[in-house]
T-cell receptor
Framework: GAGVSQSPRYKVAKRGQDVALRCDPISGHVSLFWYQQALGQGPEFLTYFQNEAQLDKSGLPSDRFFAERPEGSVSTLKIQRTQQEDSAVYLC???????????????FGPGTRLTVL | TQLLEQSPQFLSIQEGENLTVYCNSSSVFSSLQWYRQEPGEGPVLLVTVVTGGEVKKLKRLTFQFGDARKDSSLHITAAQPGDTGLYLCAGGSGGSNYKLTFGKGTLLTVNP
């Protein structure tokens, strides 16, 4: 069965350029998460969707970061006016969990490695 | 802010050796997960522990959750080159179990 897929796998952007990163979660998974993993660090939470609703965006580092999941399946993370400090691997994960308090395994995609020059 | 400290940060051992890596926090977590991440891939869940003092075994891997649910350890017996990877612990807490706090990881290299 298909896992979580992300595209592109690699993205090189010039400083100031806008980028869009796509995540295709596992079919039927209600919850979707975005994480940022800097080199040598563990993943850091960015935002969480339950279906199409963005229930938590507390981890987004600035208003240049925007995420959406308009139909409750595919999600896009957009970064405007990219800066060098945005260089990282952006991971997407999905899970079956249907409410905030419950825990279900999060299945991660391979990530998109963003390099901002 | 909840923090998870993992140690050691790097570990290089020979095939057949045993090892233990640690995950410590000053905060209480309602659940704690261990993941393994290989280069160019996302983390893959190994185990979830939820009860203080809980011990889980997965073949040669033994996971323990501290009594106070603030720390955890991962012990690998007779390590193999296939165990090489970044081992991450992640904690979920309270009503926001969905939001995982990750440690920085232990990068394990097992040499043949």
């Amino acid at each position: 069965g298909a896992g979580v897929s992300q595209s592109p796998r690699y993205k090189v952007a010039k400083r100031g350029q806008d980028v869009a990163l796509r995540c295709d979660p596992i079919s039927g998974h209600v919850s979707l998460f975005w994480y940022q993993q800097a080199l040598g660090q563990g993943p850091e939470f960015l935002t969480y969707f339950q279906n199409e609703a963005q229930l938590d965006k507390s981890g987004l580092p600035s208003d240049r970061f925007f995420a959406e999941r308009p139909e409750g399946s595919v999600s896009t993370l957009k970064i405007q006016r990219t800066q060098q400090e945005d260089s990282a691997v952006y991971l997407c994960a999905s899970s079956l969990a249907r409410n905030r308090g419950s825990y279900n395994e999060q299945f991660f995609g391979p990530g998109t490695r963003l390099t901002v020059l | 802010t909840q923090l998870l400290e993992q140690s050691p940060q790097f570990l290089s051992i020979q095939e057949g050796e045993n090892l233990t890596v640690y995950c410590n926090s000053s905060s209480v977590f309602s659940s704690l997960q261990w993941y393994r991440q290989e280069p160019g891939e996302g983390p893959v869940l190994l185990v979830t522990v939820v009860t203080g003092g809980e011990v889980k075994k997965l073949k040669r891997l033994t996971f323990q959750f501290g009594d106070a649910r603030k720390d955890s350890s991962l012990h690998i017996t007779a390590a193999q080159p296939g165990d090489t990877g970044l081992y991450l612990c992640a904690g979920g807490s309270g009503g926001s179990n969905y939001k995982l706090t990750f440690g920085k990881g232990t990068l394990l290299t097992v040499n043949p």
